[in-house]
């Protein structure tokens, strides 16, 4: 399949990294202008680097109203909008706090919305326009070691599904990725809350899959890359067909014969 997006703008919020890096490397490798995003100005200008092609940079906190502002002020308009932007950590569920709850909402919920009401009505007013949501097995099998967490991501699901909706008929597609346990560098920060931190890497990472990730049919942790693959074809003219949709990414992690 020669997926071709020359011509088109894909913001990739959270990208100076893991999977966010890969998204954006792999739309840029499709001909797309893409815009990396990230709070840190030194690690947004190595991001680009590594994105090439025409990609620029943009520092912002997109969890914030003023940060989205400043996004805006610079790229007031895109063809491809992935909101990758997302934070987790472990924390035993009668100890998440009230604040907790709020910044995991603020960050993997709020904006999502916010970039996708700033940026859907130009899209929808061209009649061509992608929005991709990367989610998570965790929005639908909750894991009790950070449930503010799957909770966060089944509220992304619900607000892709809706937004989809708003969309109808002019042409937007509106998707979700279900990722898997993926190897990223706050992965394996992870792993090692979870796992003995004497154990080396490729010993850590089979009991982490053994232990608490068991479901997976890869047995593995899945590559970033093979996220942007999904990512880069919703992204495409091939995916036009394809809208509301939660598609997966995780390795058989989710044990369900439905998308």
Same mark, same amino acid.
């Given at each position: 399949?020669?997926i071709?997006?020359? @011509? !088109?703008?894909?913001?990739v919020?959270g990208?100076t990294?893991g999977?966010?890096?890969?998204i954006? /490397?792999g739309?840029a490798a499709?001909?797309?202008r893409?815009?990396v ?6 690690r947004?200008?190595?991001?680009v680097g590594k994105?090439?092609?025409?990609a620029?940079? *943009?520092?912002?906190?997109v969890a914030?109203?003023e940060g *989205?502002?400043?996004l805006?002020?610079?790229v ?5 909008? %992935?909101?990758?932007?997302g934070i987790? &950590? +472990?924390?035993?569920?009668?100890e998440i706090?009230?604040?907790?709850w709020?910044?995991?909402? &603020?960050?993997? %919920?709020l904006a999502?919305?916010?970039?996708i009401r700033s940026?859907?009505?130009a899209?929808? &007013?061209?009649?061509?326009?992608r929005?991709?949501q990367i989610?998570?097995d965790s929005?639908?099998v909750?894991p009790?070691e950070?449930?503010h967490y799957? %909770?966060? !991501?089944?509220?992304?699901?619900a607000l892709?599904r809706?937004f +989809?909706?708003d ?5 937007v597609? %509106?998707?979700?990725?279900?990722? @898997?346990p993926?190897?990223? +560098?706050?992965v394996?920060?992870f792993v090692?809350q979870l796992?003995?931190?004497?154990l080396p890497?490729?010993?850590? /990472?089979r ?5 608490h990730?068991?479901?997976?049919l ?6 970033? &890359?093979?996220i942007?693959?999904?990512?880069t074809?919703l992204a495409?003219p091939?995916?036009s067909?394809?809208t509301g @949709?939660?598609?997966?990414?995780d ?9």
């Amino acid at each position: 399949m020669n997926i071709d997006l020359a @011509g !088109k703008t894909a913001l990739v919020t959270g990208s100076t990294q893991g999977i966010g890096l890969a998204i954006g /490397q792999g739309l840029a490798a499709s001909g797309a202008r893409v815009v990396v995003n990230g709070r840190t100005p030194d690690r947004v200008e190595e991001a680009v680097g590594k994105v090439g092609g025409d990609a620029i940079g *943009v520092a912002a906190d997109v969890a914030t109203d003023e940060g *989205v502002a400043q996004l805006l002020a610079r790229v007031p308009d895109v063809d491809i909008l %992935v909101n990758n932007l997302g934070i987790f &950590e +472990a924390v035993p569920a009668r100890e998440i706090t009230d604040d907790q709850w709020r910044t995991y909402f &603020e960050v993997n %919920v709020l904006a999502a919305a916010r970039l996708i009401r700033s940026y859907l009505p130009a899209m929808a &007013e061209r009649g061509w326009g992608r929005i991709i949501q990367i989610a998570s097995d965790s929005a639908i099998v909750t894991p009790a070691e950070m449930i503010h967490y799957g %909770v966060s !991501k089944t509220a992304l699901l619900a607000l892709s599904r809706g937004f +989809a909706k708003d969309a109808s008929g002019t042409g937007v597609t %509106v998707n979700s990725v279900i990722a @898997g346990p993926t190897h990223t +560098a706050g992965v394996e920060d992870f792993v090692y809350q979870l796992v003995d931190k004497s154990l080396p890497w490729d010993a850590a /990472q089979r009991e982490f899959m053994r232990n608490h990730r068991p479901q997976s049919l890869l047995e593995r942790l899945i590559d970033p &890359e093979e996220i942007a693959n999904m990512v880069t074809y919703l992204a495409s003219p091939q995916a036009s067909a394809t809208t509301g @949709g939660a598609l997966r990414v995780d390795g058989g992690y989710v044990d369900s014969i439905l998308p």
